[in-house]
């Protein structure tokens, strides 16, 4: 078995949500005040508030280097390059986090459709969204699209 299969367990199977009230509480937590003073303008919309970076223009779109990717807002390790792959979408695509706990997935049902937003587990700011069964041949057939904003890669030292 894949050390990414054995990290993610019975995540694998995107769609089955667990209820939100089951969800890990937060172990930042911070006020929207302190969100603010912490975050650029455009850092708190899609961290705190949900926004979506426009394609094709974040800073991890293409990247190649290897590290680890951790959450902006807390530092929390989220995903590593390894499993970064070219969607041609336009944001950052991983096709698994580096932790299943790393994250909490669950349903938002804003812009009249069905997806599953991803936010960090450590501190519940908002990541981007995954999807499923696109048929990128990666190893999951998950792509999560992640904004870079949300990101911080830390290149691994070598
Ligand atoms: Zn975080």
């Known amino acids: ?4 299969r054995r990290l993610l ?6 769609g089955v949500m667990k ?4 969800e890990p509480a ?3 937590v911070k006020s929207e005040q302190e969100w603010r003073e912490q975050l650029t303008p455009e850092e708190y919309q899609v961290l705190r508030k949900a926004g979506t970076e ?3 223009v974040g ?4 990247t190649k280097t290897v590290g680890v ?4 807002a807390c530092g929390a390790e989220l995903f590593r390059s390894e499993t970064k792959f070219d969607s041609h979408c336009g944001w950052p695509s991983f096709f698994t986090p580096l932790a299943g706990d790393a994250v909490i997935e669950h349903t938002d049902r804003s812009m009249g459709m069905a997806r599953t937003e991803v936010v960090c587990a450590n501190c519940h700011s908002h990541l981007g969204h995954v999807f499923s069964g696109e048929g990128y041949g990666t190893p999951t057939d998950l792509r999560y699209c992640i904004n870079s904003i ?3 890669l830390e290149p691994e030292q070598t």
């Open 59 to 62: 800073q991890y779109t293409d």
């Open 9 to 14: 367990g019975d995540r694998i199977s995107v």
């Open 150 to 152: 949300s990101l911080t």
């Open 1 to 4: 078995m894949s050390w990414w």
């Open 69 to 72: 990717y951790k959450c902006r």
């Open 26 to 28: 937060a172990k930042v």
């Open 19 to 22: 209820s939100e009230a089951d």
């Open 54 to 56: 426009r394609p094709f």
